[in-house]
T-cell receptor, first 111, second 112 residues
């Protein structure tokens, strides 16, 4: 079953604009991760935020986590055409390192 | 370091057949997880292996099985294929204790 649910499902912006994606989850977590997938290929890890962190930055990426609302957001600043991809949030699954993914946000950046 | 590799990349089978997919993790990674991705259900966790033992299993029927070898390479098998098994099957590896997973390019399975 899905743990995370991303919003919006699809997002279209122009190059240079910022893109914000949101993720909600259902149960308590140890951490939350964001992954990117280009055209039905493998996923690439973008950033991880631990449950005791509220905000994290990596290059043009900014992630926030609100454990009281069970939600997270991913902000991509100054978007580029190369950022066109699907973005998924993922949370940990019981024991082990298995992940539960949301259904993703498809981002389209046009030049 | 070489990334996660999956073979074959594309596969076409007919209903009722069985299929075996292979995954070679990044050197030094002993945890391997498998995921199924479909347009309708999204990314769903199949199972996780660590040191040749299944450590975690998702909610899939017994037709889906897997194993891991002593060199950490993993295979998954789907028997009695159904049309709904058509999907992108992704393998991911990680260092035990780490949360970041490294994904392979996937195997695209089409069941006719």
């Amino acid at each position: 079953s899905q743990q995370g649910e991303e919003d919006p499902q699809a997002l279209s912006i122009q190059e240079g604009e910022n893109a914000t994606m949101n993720c909600s989850y259902k149960t308590s977590i140890n951490n939350l991760q964001w992954y990117r997938q280009n055209s039905g290929r493998g996923l690439v890890h973008l950033i991880l935020i631990r449950s005791n962190e509220r905000e994290k930055h990596s290059g043009r990426l900014r992630v926030t986590l609100d454990t009281s609302k069970k939600s997270s957001s991913l902000l991509i600043t100054a978007s580029r055409a190369a950022d066109t991809a699907s973005y998924f949030c993922a949370t940990d699954h019981q024991a082990g390192t298995a992940l539960i993914f949301g259904k993703g946000t498809t981002l389209s950046v046009s030049s | 370091k070489a990334g996660v590799t999956q073979t074959p990349r594309y596969l076409i089978k007919t209903r009722g057949q069985q299929v075996t997919l292979s995954c070679s993790p990044i050197s030094g990674h002993r945890s391997v997880s498998w995921y199924q991705q479909t347009p309708g259900q999204g990314l769903q966790f199949l199972f996780e292996y660590f040191s040749e033992t299944q450590r975690n299993k998702g909610n899939f029927p017994g037709r889906f099985s897997g194993r891991q070898f002593s060199n950490s390479r993993s295979e998954m098998n789907v028997s009695t294929l159904e049309l709904g098994d058509s999907a992108l099957y992704l393998c991911a590896s990680t260092v035990d204790g780490a949360w970041e997973q490294f994904f392979g390019p996937g195997t695209r399975l089409t069941v006719l």
